[in-house]
């Protein structure tokens, strides 16, 4: 699942994973996301950090609380060393991507984010 209030953002990503056979799933919203976690259930989440109503933040929190073994990455402009440390160590987030991201750097950590999920549910 990418969650971005970006829509060009969700449609990139739908389209770089697509050539990867990863199936995505966009919400524009936190609450979108909180409400899809209800009838999907998702490999991973990209998390985008700056979104009105719910903030990235917040996002991680109740994600977390809905499903603690769910992977997230954040996925964000924001490249400040403390934005970085915050989501690792702070949220404990599996991953900090910045954006402009790379695409086969991305896909890898995709995948990377897939097989952690699937380590915990075995």
């Known amino acids: 699942m990418v969650v971005d209030d970006e829509p060009d ?4 990503l739908k389209l770089v994973l697509g050539y990867e056979n990863i199936d995505v799933v966009g919400a ?3 609450i979108e996301c909180l409400e899809h976690m209800d009838t999907v259930e998702p490999d991973a989440i990209l998390l985008d950090l700056m979104m009105p109503e719910m903030n990235g933040w917040e996002t991680f929190h109740k994600i977390k609380e809905k499903d603690p073994q769910i992977p997230v990455a954040i996925i964000t402009v924001k ?3 403390f934005d970085k440390m915050r989501g690792i160590h702070v949220l404990k987030a ?3 991507i910045t954006k402009p991201f790379n695409r086969k750097d991305l896909v890898e950590r995709i995948h990377r984010l ?3 999920k699937n380590k ?3």
């Open 9 to 12: 953002t969700i449609d990139l």
């Open 28 to 30: 524009h919203s936190g």
């Open 79 to 81: 490249n400040q060393e």
């Open 94 to 96: 599996d991953d900090y």
């Open 114 to 116: 897939i097989s952690l």
């Open 120 to 122: 915990a549910t075995k």
